[in-house]
């Protein structure tokens, strides 16, 4: 394995698979796969169906009935998980150390060999779809999906990742076979692997579990989102508390400006209590629980979201504060102190998140399946660093009030 980062490793195995390697003295180590496929491939008639898949290699395999393969890696302890984002969907266990090839054998039959039983279809069917009603329950939650829909209309990012019942009723076991042989592919995936066992010993086990991957890779057919016209929409639910997003289409994870955005959107209103708007709107006035602020980067483009709550009769006043901040961030430069504290800040929030172990190898295979290879702390401090006041003033003018959209229920 080539030495791509001082504790990274790097091998990329003829078939087109690349093999990350994470060394670790830990009791607890990690293996899985992230794959470069998520909801926004998902096509139309058929959303929901990266998730879908995601939730059903679970349910028998050509060697294993659903019943042996939840007790695989419990009954020694560990844990098997899997998630799926707008691109990527990762399959992943968690587990004592000792138990690397049983770890492996099992991921590689899941990815490969997942029959999808009808019986195991329609039982899940039923699960996603309570899972689809309890969300839109929660209106914190459900807004984001409904300002995805609206900002994104017309591409794969404008779905919920769920799907929707009359989607879910459309797949078939062959349908969801299919979908496993076109995007479960050695080229767009990467293994990863944290533990004891050495670079070389993880290419023998890759080899003698993976090397099977089909080579081949179904194109993906992702339409970029063109830049949206600014809305203002406003919808009745009939519920006590207004909800908010307001947000607007960035430029994605291969831009520039990514690390310029994420610090302006940390600094509006990123997790410390001492953002902008926690500090305007909570700590002076008190008119909300809280406000957050994110960017998501995907391949092609990035989203900016602002979220709050408040009381109804607060909502115009709160609006009109974070129009305030947000546009004295992108007219007038902060001052050598203030951008400094900033950059610590955030690079210190940086830290403390990764002191979270599986996040951390999480993120690194992200980081390798799309980068090729993950930012060494020090290089990610030195380009936090290097960013100059009018960076983030051009960054902030991004996010600036007359190019934001908003949604609100109330």
Same mark, same amino acid.
């Given at each position: 394995?080539?030495?791509?980062?001082?504790?990274?490793?790097?091998?990329?195995?003829?078939?087109?698979?690349?093999?990350?390697?994470?060394?670790?003295?830990?009791?607890?180590?990690?293996?899985?796969?992230?794959?470069?496929?998520?909801?926004?491939?998902?096509?139309?008639?058929?959303?929901?169906?990266?998730?879908?898949?995601?939730?059903?290699?679970?349910?028998?395999?050509?060697?294993?009935?659903?019943?042996?393969?939840?007790?695989?890696?419990?009954?020694?302890?560990?844990? %098997?998980?899997?998630?799926? $984002?707008?691109? $990527?969907?990762?399959?992943?266990?968690?587990?004592?150390?000792?138990?690397? &090839?049983?770890?492996?054998?099992?991921?590689?039959?899941?990815?490969?060999?997942?029959?999808?039983?009808?019986?195991?279809?329609?039982?899940?069917?039923?699960?996603?779809?309570?899972?689809?009603?309890?969300?839109?329950?929660?209106?914190?939650?459900?807004?984001?999906?409904?300002?995805?829909?609206?900002?994104?209309?017309?591409?794969?990012?404008?779905?919920?990742?769920?799907?929707?019942?009359?989607?879910?009723? @459309?797949?078939?076991?062959?349908?969801?076979?299919?979908?496993?042989?076109?995007?479960?592919?050695?080229?767009?995936?990467?293994?990863?692997?944290?533990?004891?066992?050495?670079?070389?010993?993880?290419?023998?086990?890759?080899?003698?579990?993976?090397?099977?991957?089909?080579?081949?890779?179904?194109?993906?057919?992702?339409?970029?989102?063109?830049?949206?016209?600014?809305?203002?929409?406003?919808?009745?639910?009939?519920?006590?508390?207004?909800?908010?997003?307001?947000?607007?289409?960035?430029?994605?994870?291969?831009?520039?400006?990514?690390?310029?955005?994420?610090?302006?959107?940390?600094?509006?209103?990123?997790?410390?209590?001492?953002?902008? %708007?926690?500090?305007?709107? @909570?700590?002076?006035?008190?008119?909300?629980?809280?406000?957050?602020?994110?960017?998501?980067?995907?391949?092609?483009?990035?989203?900016?979201? %602002?979220?709050?709550?408040?009381?109804?009769?607060? %909502?115009?006043?709160?609006?009109?504060?974070?129009?305030?901040?947000? &546009?004295?961030?992108?007219? &007038?430069?902060?001052?050598?102190?203030?951008?400094?504290?900033?950059?610590? /800040?955030?690079?210190? /929030?940086?830290?403390?998140?990764?002191?979270?172990?599986?996040?951390?190898?999480?993120?690194?295979?992200?980081?390798?399946?799309?980068?090729?290879?993950?930012?060494?702390?020090?290089?990610?401090?030195?380009?936090?660093?290097?960013?100059?006041?009018?960076?983030?003033? /051009?960054?902030? @003018?991004?996010?600036?009030? &007359?190019?934001?959209?908003?949604?609100?229920?109330?």
């Amino acid at each position: 394995m080539k030495n791509i980062r001082n504790d990274i490793y790097l091998h990329t195995m003829p078939n087109g698979l690349r093999c990350v390697h994470i060394p670790s003295t830990s009791e607890v180590e990690y293996l899985g796969v992230a794959v470069n496929v998520g909801s926004r491939d998902d096509a139309a008639g058929l959303e929901g169906l990266a998730h879908f898949v995601e939730h059903t290699i679970f349910k028998g395999t050509a060697r294993r009935k659903s019943w042996h393969i939840i007790n695989r890696m419990e009954s020694c302890g560990g844990e %098997l998980n899997a998630y799926t $984002t707008k691109e $990527t969907t990762v399959v992943y266990s968690v587990f004592p150390t000792g138990n690397t &090839s049983k770890a492996a054998d099992l991921i590689a039959d899941l990815i490969t060999e997942s029959l999808f039983p009808q019986r195991e279809i329609d039982r899940e069917r039923e699960v996603v779809a309570d899972e689809i009603s309890s969300y839109l329950d929660i209106p914190s939650e459900s807004i984001y999906d409904d300002f995805e829909d609206i900002m994104f209309q017309g591409t794969g990012l404008g779905h919920n990742i769920l799907g929707n019942k009359e989607s879910l009723n @459309r797949f078939t076991p062959e349908i969801c076979r299919r979908y496993l042989s076109d995007y479960y592919t050695a080229p767009n995936m990467v293994l990863f692997y944290s533990g004891q066992s050495s670079p070389d010993q993880m290419v023998r086990m890759a080899m003698r579990y993976f090397q099977q991957l089909p080579a081949g890779q179904a194109p993906l057919k992702r339409i970029q989102p063109m830049e949206a016209t600014p809305f203002d929409i406003e919808q009745n639910r009939h519920i006590h508390q207004a909800h908010t997003i307001i947000g607007t289409v960035t430029p994605g994870m291969f831009s520039p400006q990514r690390h310029a955005i994420a610090l302006a959107a940390n600094i509006i209103g990123g997790p410390g209590m001492n953002s902008m %708007l926690n500090v305007e709107l @909570r700590e002076k006035r008190g008119l909300v629980y809280s406000v957050e602020a994110s960017c998501a980067m995907m391949t092609d483009c990035g989203l900016f979201s %602002l979220y709050f709550g408040c009381d109804p009769e607060d %909502l115009a006043r709160c609006r009109r504060i974070i129009s305030g901040t947000m &546009s004295r961030l992108a007219d &007038s430069p902060l001052s050598p102190i203030r951008l400094a504290k900033a950059k610590k /800040q955030y690079l210190g /929030q940086i830290t403390v998140a990764g002191d979270n172990r599986e996040s951390s190898v999480l993120s690194a295979a992200r980081a390798v399946l799309y980068h090729g290879r993950p930012l060494t702390p020090a290089q990610r401090a030195e380009i936090v660093q290097s960013l100059t006041a009018d960076d983030l003033m /051009q960054a902030a @003018r991004l996010l600036a009030p &007359s190019g934001l959209s908003t949604l609100i229920f109330r």
